[in-house]
């Protein structure tokens, strides 16, 4: 809950980047590296030891998400691909619900499957990436961006 507190603390602050193709291009790095690290935490509870989320992964899983809902933002402005923004609003809602989740759950099977979601979350997001690193004229469509539908 600490955790998450210090998340909710840090959206208040002022964005330091602006989102864009090179902001998109480090989202997908970031997205390779905690797909690795969300693996390794698989493979440990797999093999029977406890789990322990630290609060550096509980904040970069938060990062994500924003950065998730900033790239949706910025798709929005540049009159993107309405489904790409949505897939970014979709990865931010995700990657919050699974960190709280993970936070409280307590069985193994629990944990294990919000750590599959993380991870499979982790590796779509890498091929997003590609498509979200397209120069902005390149996302630019006719229609005008509306609410995503389930």
Known sequence: MIRLVSCLIL???P???QASTDLAR???QEANRLSIETTEMIYAVDIGQPLE???TF???VY???RTSADLAQWVDGARG???LACIFRGMATESEDQLIALEGLDGVHAQRESL???AALFSNAQRVAVVAQRPTSTLQVAQPASPCTP
Do not use: K, N, Y
């Open 81 to 83: 691909p309405h489904d």
């Open 116 to 118: 599959s979601r993380l």
């Open 53 to 55: 989320v630290s609060e």
């Open 15 to 17: 964005l330091s980047a």
């Open 63 to 65: 990062r994500f998400g």
């Open 26 to 28: 480090q989202w997908g």
């Open 11 to 13: 959206s208040a602050l």
């Open 58 to 60: 509980a904040l970069d």
